[in-house]
C-alpha cells in the first residue's frame, strides 16, 4: 500500500510512512483513531491523509477513506464541504487508473512538476495531465509537442484551483521505430562513457549460494527458475517487482535499492521474453546506472528476441533467459561435484592400486623369508648331523679308551 501510494503522489515512501511506523502498526494493529495517533511518526496531518486507508487495511476491509465516504441517508441533506466534496471525488477516482494515448500538443516544465496535454489524433479532444518532476526523470523521456505517447495514471482535481487533470506516473513512448531511436540514442551515450565496458563488469562468485532475485511473483518465470535451480543449498531472497512496461521503472528501482548492503553473493533480475515497448523498464537510464553501480555482482535474464536489454549489457553477466540463469549459477557447483566423482573414483582406484602394490611387495617378502629360512634350516639340519657324528665318534672313542684303560688297570 505504501509503495502505491508513494507512487501515485510522487514522493519517496518514507514521506508516506516510515519503517518504524509500519512496523509499530504491524505490532499494535490499532483500532482507532487514537491508537493509531499514539504510533510514533503519525500526526494529525496524516492521519486526516492515509489514516482510514491504514485503519481498514489493519482491520482487513478493502481501502477506505472515511472522510471520502458517500453521506448516509440519515445525514444525505448536510452539505460536503468543498475540501471534503473533492476528497471524495478523488478517492473514487482512484478506481479509475487507466492508459492513455495520445498526441503531446503542450508541455510545460516546472521546478517539481510538470503540466503537459494530450490530443486525441482524431477528433481534437484535449486531456490536461500533471506529473511529478521526479516520475518524469524516471522515465527518461523527454516530450516534445507531436510526441505520441501512452500515460500511466489517474484523474484528480487539484481541490486549491479546481482543475481536472490526469495525474500521470509513467510516460511512455509509442511504436517500434519512436522506440529503437530512443534505445540506440541512450546505448550510444552510456557507450561513451565506458559504462558496458568489461572492465567494469565484476566477477561471478564461484560458489553462490545467498541469492537476491528480482522478478514478478506471478506468471512461469519464477516457477522455471525455483524449479531449474540446483539443490545445493541456496538462500534466496525474493523481492516482488514489475516487470512490464516504463511502469515497472519505480518498483524495479525499489526493489534493488533493497538489495543494497543486503549480505547476498549476488543479485539475479529476471522476467520472460517480450517485445522492445514491453522491455521499456529495462532501457531506462536510472535503471541501467543503478545495476551498473550495484556493488555485489548482477546478473540479468531478460528474454528478448533480438535487441538485448541495456540493463543486460550494464550487468555483470548477462544472458537470455531465466532458465539461463539457473544454468549460471548451477555451472560451479554441478562442475565441483563432477570432480568430487571423479577424484572419488581416483581415491579408490589409488587406494586399490596401493593395496596390489603392497600385497606384491608382502608375496615378495613372505618368499624371501621362506628361503632365507630355508636356507638357515638347512644349515642347522648339516650341523646337527656333523654333532651327531661327532658325538658317535666321541663314543667310540671313549669305549676304546676304556677298553684301553681296563687293559692297561689288568697289566698294571
Keep these: 500500500w505504501r509503495r502505491d501510494t508513494a507512487q501515485k503522489e510522487g514522493v519517496e515512501l518514507f514521506r508516506v510512512l516510515s519503517n518504524s511506523a509500519i512496523e509499530t502498526i504491524v505490532s499494535q494493529k490499532p483500532k482507532t483513531q487514537e491508537d493509531l495517533l499514539s504510533v510514533k511518526g503519525i500526526k494529525e496531518k496524516k492521519f486526516e491523509k492515509y489514516g482510514a486507508s491504514i485503519l481498514a487495511l489493519v482491520s482487513g476491509d478493502s481501502e477506505i477513506n472515511e472522510s471520502n465516504q458517500p453521506k448516509s441517508e440519515s445525514n444525505i441533506n448536510e452539505p460536503y464541504t468543498i475540501r471534503g466534496y473533492l476528497n471524495f471525488l478523488n478517492a473514487e477516482f482512484k478506481r479509475f487508473k487507466a492508459r492513455v494515448r495520445g498526441e ?3 508541455v510545460d516544465v516546472r521546478d517539481g512538476y510538470l503540466f503537459f496535454s494530450l490530443k486525441d489524433k482524431d477528433d481534437e479532444s484535449i486531456l490536461s495531465c500533471f506529473m511529478w518532476r521526479r516520475n518524469y526523470e524516471l522515465c527518461g523521456i523527454s516530450l516534445e509537442v507531436g510526441m505520441e505517447v501512452i500515460v500511466d495514471g ?5 481541490a486549491p484551483s479546481g482543475r481536472f487533470n490526469f495525474k500521470a506516473y509513467a510516460v511512455e513512448l509509442v511504436g517500434e521505430g519512436a522506440l529503437k531511436k530512443a534505445y540506440d540514442k541512450l546505448k550510444q551515450k552510456l557507450e561513451n562513457e565506458g559504462l558496458f ?26 516457477h522455471d527458475f525455483l524449479n531449474n535451480l540446483g539443490k545445493y543449498g541456496y538462500q534466496i531472497s525474493f523481492v516482488n517487482s514489475r516487470v512490464e512496461g516504463q511502469i515497472a521503472v519505480e518498483s524495479l528501482l525499489s526493489a534493488i535499492k533493497y538489495f ?12 520472460g521474453g517480450g517485445s522492445l515497448e514491453s522491455l521499456q523498464a529495462f532501457n531506462n537510464e536510472v535503471l541501467v546506472r543503478m545495476i551498473a553501480d550495484f556493488k555485489i555482482p548482477v546478473i540479468c535474464g531478460i528474454g528478448h528476441d533480438k535487441d538485448v ?14 532458465t539461463a540463469v539457473t544454468a549460471l549459477l548451477n555451472r560451479s557447483w554441478e562442475k565441483a561435484i563432477h570432480e568430487v566423482l571423479v577424484l572419488e573414483k581416483d581415491l579408490v582406484y589409488k587406494y586399490q592400486s596401493m593395496l596390489e602394490a603392497i600385497a606384491r611387495r608382502i608375496e615378495s617378502f613372505s618368499g624371501k623369508l621362506l628361503r632365507f629360512f630355508s636356507a638357515i634350516f ?3 639340519g648339516t650341523l646337527r648331523r656333523a654333532i651327531e657324528n661327532s658325538l658317535s665318534d666321541i663314543v667310540y672313542e671313549l669305549k676304546d679308551a676304556r677298553k684301553t684303560l681296563s687293559l692297561l688297570s689288568k697289566s698294571l
Design 197 to 222: 565496458s568489461l572492465e567494469r563488469k565484476k566477477p561471478i562468485p564461484e560458489f553462490p549460494q545467498r541469492i537476491g532475485l528480482i522478478t514478478s511473483e506471478t506468471g512461469a518465470v519464477i
Design 260 to 271: 543494497s548492503g543486503k549480505e547476498i553473493d549476488v543479485l539475479v533480475i529476471i522476467r
Design 104 to 106: 503531446v500538443s503542450s
Design 154 to 158: 489517474l484523474p484528480e482535481i487539484y
Design 309 to 322: 536489454s541495456l540493463a543486460s549489457l550494464a550487468a555483470d553477466k548477462a544472458v537470455s533467459t531465466p
Design 378 to 380: 638347512q644349515i642347522f
